[in-house]
């Protein structure tokens, strides 16, 4: 078992930034890969980001591409999201989760935070 806690959303003016992290505990964090994943209401929940489990590959949505940055540290058992120029239609509630192999589908990952609220206002 992989337990994970998101913290750092809240709100925020349209252009700012928030550094989401997500700390975790249980099994051998370093073995995973993370992802962060978005569901604003309504909505299905979307993929943002992942990292390989050594931090040398990161892939991104088009949508955050340039604008967020996944980031990890093996020895604090936390991962990183920057959120940068951030829009309203990044509202969403921010989940990180933990796979086994490297992939955009939420089906895929194994373990799951219980999210952190991000609101952009205009």
């Known amino acids: 078992q992989v337990q994970l806690v998101e913290s750092g959303g809240g709100l925020v003016q349209a252009g700012g930034s928030l550094r989401l992290s997500c700390a975790a505990s249980?099994?051998?964090?370093?073995?995973?890969?993370m992802g962060w994943f978005a569901q604003a209401p309504g909505k299905e929940r979307e993929f943002v980001a992942r990292?390989?489990?050594?931090?040398?590959?990161?892939y991104y949505a088009h949508s955050v591409k340039g604008r967020f940055t996944i980031s990890r540290d093996n020895a604090k058992n936390t991962v990183y999201l920057q959120m940068n120029n951030l829009k309203p239609e990044d509202t969403a509630v921010y989940y990180c989760?933990?796979?086994?192999?490297?992939?955009?589908?939420?089906?895929?990952?194994?373990?799951w935070g219980q999210g952190t609220q991000v609101t952009v206002s205009s």
């Open positions: 989760a933990g796979a086994r192999r490297g992939t955009t589908i939420s089906a895929g990952y194994d373990y």
């Open positions: 990292i390989t489990w050594n931090a040398g590959t990161t």
């Open positions: 249980g099994r051998t964090f370093s073995n995973y890969y």
